[in-house]
């Protein structure tokens, strides 16, 4: 079996680490001269949308994935032309804007905070008036990692954030005052059979994943079960194959859905120790029709990512149960350039880790 990845990124990477022992090759489609995830994958470098380079990659792939969302969705479309493209093209296109994903939560009964569409300024002003404030203003697309938004608490707050955003397609959310963020990796392989991974809690610093705990710590029964059922709803509405992951806002019992993401997430990354199959196997398991594995964690994982600056190894690997995944990337402002699991029996011995891994590395982002 040979599986063509859209994006060589490290979750190309970390996707094609997974796909080698079960004899599957991966070739990424990457614009990049050598990207990341060549060092696991054979490479074709080509924009998304060039029809040579996705043409060669349908040449070298019996199943095709995309481990980032902003693949163009007639790329994916005309791919699928030719071979099959899991998840689905209609996932991509749904997550690409933020507007039609919360419509389509919406249309699901899956709760969001309260949004509005916002194209003009007149838009905006009578939006601020439904919504109040503190609100966030947000592009529909390209946005990641807290770019291309602003949280609005004042009036001259809106000022500002229309002067730097209005004009192109924009979002306008009411802030929720949430207890913490969450997420959940679910996923559903080609015959339909689902499996859900415990819900993770996870924190953010200027607007990038810090930390998650996994599983979440303090959370009932009833909070993981729905967030799986609202899940599963996103996944049958799709006929969804792959890994899905949803980000979440708790405020109480309450969750509210931020976004989705149609891929392996960042969020997920401490499977690849703390769960009996990792998020990448099961993404490999699921496009390319084999059964999945248990979702299962096994004790308790804390994940920080390694953000524009490189640690000390033998440091970061003289903490106990530490496990190091360097990406082989340049470090760079605001990027992600590998991060590191510690596994624990218990929820105590992670707090107690984690803390250790805190004091010694102080993991910055930069
Ligand atoms: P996003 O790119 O939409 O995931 O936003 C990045 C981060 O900004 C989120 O993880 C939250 O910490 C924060 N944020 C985004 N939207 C909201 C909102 N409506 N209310 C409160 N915080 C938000």
Redesign the pocket.
């Known amino acids: 079996m040979r599986l063509g990845i859209l994006g060589g990124g490290q979750l190309g990477r970390m996707l094609a680490l997974a796909a080698h022992p079960l004899g599957i090759t991966s070739t990424v489609l990457d614009p990049a001269a050598d990207p990341c995830a060549a060092a696991a994958a054979g490479h074709v470098r080509g924009e998304f949308d060039d029809l040579q380079a996705l043409y060669e990659l349908v040449k070298r792939s019996d199943v095709i994935t995309y481990e980032f969302e902003n693949v163009p969705v007639e790329s994916a479309r005309w791919l699928a032309e030719r071979v099959p493209v899991f998840p689905p093209p209609k996932a991509l296109e749904v997550s690409q804007d933020r507007l039609v994903e919360k419509s389509f939560f919406e249309s699901l009964g899956i709760p969001t905070?309260p949004f509005a569409a916002i194209d003009t300024r007149g838009q905006f002003e009578a939006a601020i008036r439904d919504i109040g404030l503190p609100a966030?203003l947000?592009t529909r697309r390209f946005?990641?990692d807290?770019k291309g938004?602003a949280v609005l608490r004042t009036q001259a707050d809106a000022e500002a954030a229309w002067a730097t955003l209005g004009g192109r397609p924009l979002i306008l959310?009411?802030?929720?005052p949430?207890d913490r963020?969450v997420s959940i990796l679910a996923v559903r392989g080609r015959s339909g059979e689902t499996a859900f991974y415990p819900l993770v809690e996870n924190e953010?610093r200027e607007?990038m994943l810090y930390r998650s705990l996994a599983p979440a710590a303090n959370t009932g029964e009833e909070l993981t079960e729905r967030a799986g059922e609202l899940a599963l709803r996103v996944m049958t509405e799709l006929e969804y194959v792959g890994v899905l992951a949803i980000?979440w806002?708790q405020d109480g019992p309450r969750l509210l859905a931020?976004?989705m993401a149609p891929r392996v997430h960042n969020s997920g990354h401490w499977t690849t120790e703390g769960a009996v199959t990792s998020q990448f196997e099961n993404h490999v398991r699921a496009v390319c029709g084999l059964p999945l594995g248990s979702a299962a964690a096994v004790g308790h994982s804390a994940l920080f990512n390694l953000i524009g600056n490189r640690p000390d190894f033998a440091e970061v690997l003289s903490i106990p149960n530490a496990h190091l995944h360097w990406y082989g990337k340049e470090p760079k402002p605001r990027r992600k350039v590998g991060h590191v699991t510690l596994t624990a029996p218990d929820a105590d011995e992670r707090t107690r880790l984690a803390d250790e891994f805190v004091r010694r590395i102080a993991p910055r982002v930069q």
Do not use: A, L, R
Not at 173 to 176: A, D, H, L, N
């Open positions: 905070p966030v947000k946005g990641y807290g938004q959310e009411g802030f929720v949430f963020e953010h607007g980000e806002f931020n976004e």
